[in-house]
C-alpha cells in the first residue's frame, strides 16, 4: 500500500469515464437509429399517399372509359378491361412492398400504357428497350410507374398530335439506368 489507494481510486475513475463514453455513444447510436427509422417510415408514408392518390383517379377515368366503349367498341372495351385486370395484378400485391424489380414495374407500366393507348388512339406511341439480363434489377415500387405518368400529363397530353414515350434501361460500371422519355411539350410548353 505505498500510494494509499491512489492508483486504485484512478483505475476506478478512468473506468467510471470510459464507461460514461461508452454508454453516451450507445445513445447517440440509438437515437440516430431511431431518427433514420422515423424518416424512412415518414418516407413510405408519403409513397403510400401518393400511391392512394394516383391510382383511384386513374381507375375511375378507366372503368368510366370502359362503360363507354361497352357501347361503341365492345372489343376495345374488352382489351381495355384485360389491361386494367393486368395493371391491377401488378398494383394491387405490391401496394406495401417498399422494392420490386425493374421487370414488375415495367409490366405495370406497360399495362398501365395499354389502356392509355386505347384512351388516345394513335395519339400515344410507345417504345421499349429493356434488355432481360436488367429486368431482375431492383426498383422501388411505383418509381417507374410515376415518372411514366408525368411524362403522359406533363409531355403528351397536351400536345394535340400526341407522342411517344420511350422506357430504356442500360447497364453500366455495374448500374443501372433507367430513362422514361417522351417528345411531348414538357413543362415550358415547347419540344421536350
Known amino acids: 500500500l505505498v500510494d494509499d489507494g491512489t492508483n486504485f481510486e484512478n483505475a476506478e475513475a478512468v473506468a467510471r469515464a470510459i464507461t460514461r463514453r461508452i454508454g453516451d455513444r450507445r445513445r447517440s447510436e440509438q437515437a440516430s437509429a431511431a431518427q433514420t427509422a422515423t424518416e424512412k417510415e415518414l418516407t413510405e408514408a408519403k409513397l403510400h399517399l401518393l400511391h392512394a392518390q394516383v391510382e383511384p383517379?386513374?381507375?375511375?377515368?378507366?372503368?368510366?372509359s370502359a362503360?363507354?366503349?361497352?357501347?361503341?367498341?365492345?372489343?376495345?372495351?374488352?382489351?381495355?378491361?384485360?389491361?386494367l385486370i393486368q395493371y391491377l395484378r401488378r398494383s394491387?400485391?405490391?401496394?406495401?412492398?417498399d422494392m420490386s424489380?425493374?421487370?414488375?414495374?415495367?409490366?405495370r407500366a406497360l399495362a398501365?400504357?395499354?389502356?392509355?393507348?386505347?384512351?388516345?388512339?394513335?395519339?400515344l406511341g410507345v417504345q421499349v428497350d429493356v434488355p432481360q439480363a436488367l429486368?431482375?434489377?431492383?426498383?422501388?415500387?411505383?418509381?417507374?410507374?410515376?415518372?411514366?405518368e408525368n411524362a403522359i400529363k406533363h409531355g403528351l397530353e397536351p400536345k394535340?398530335?400526341?407522342?411517344?414515350?420511350?422506357?430504356l434501361?442500360?447497364?453500366a460500371d455495374g448500374h443501372a439506368t433507367v430513362t422514361v422519355a417522351d417528345d411531348g411539350q414538357g413543362f415550358g410548353g415547347g419540344s421536350s
Open 67 to 83: 362503360q363507354l366503349l361497352t357501347r361503341s367498341d365492345p372489343a376495345r372495351a374488352e382489351a381495355m378491361l384485360g389491361h
Open 57 to 64: 383517379h386513374f381507375l375511375y377515368n378507366t372503368l368510366a
Open 101 to 107: 424489380t425493374l421487370g414488375m414495374e415495367l409490366e
Open 169 to 171: 434501361a442500360r447497364e
Open 135 to 148: 429486368r431482375a434489377t431492383p426498383l422501388p415500387a411505383m418509381m417507374l410507374q410515376t415518372l411514366v
Open 112 to 123: 398501365y400504357l395499354e389502356i392509355l393507348k386505347i384512351r388516345m388512339g394513335d395519339r
Open 160 to 167: 394535340p398530335g400526341g407522342g411517344t414515350i420511350w422506357l
Open 92 to 97: 394491387l400485391p405490391n401496394a406495401e412492398d
